[in-house]
């Protein structure tokens, strides 16, 4: 059984900073490729960043130059530093990992953005 603990999200004034976290335990030995998504109100579940097992990444055009991905590949862990947060970028937070078979979700983790 794998488990995603994803922590970080908040309230924040526009303008502000968070860092997300996202860190994987249980049978999972191999991650490929770790992601986030966000789902804000009413919308559909979108792509925010990706990035590969040797570190590269991509991002939603939406979030190019104020979001960026890491990962520690010994901890099994993802991170998400979210800078010059917009009303816009309110939404639930979910990081994926991709391991040898399939991939698994996290449980969420609410940002929101006041102006």
């Known amino acids: 059984q794998v488990q995603l603990v994803e922590s970080g999200g908040g309230l924040v004034q526009a303008g502000g900073s968070l860092r997300l976290s996202c860190t994987a335990s249980g049978s999972i030995f191999i991650i490929n490729t770790m992601a986030w998504y966000r789902q804000g109100p009413g919308k559909q579940r979108e792509l925010v960043a990706t990035i590969t097992r040797g570190g590269s990444t991509n991002y939603a055009d939406s979030v190019k130059g104020r979001f960026t991905i890491s990962r520690d590949n010994a901890k099994k862990s993802v991170y998400l530093q979210i800078n010059s947060l917009k009303a816009e970028d309110t939404a639930v937070y979910y990081c994926?990992?991709?391991?040898?078979?399939?991939?698994?979700w996290g449980q969420g983790t609410q940002v929101t953005v006041s102006s």
């Open positions: 994926n990992v991709e391991g040898i078979t399939r991939d698994y």
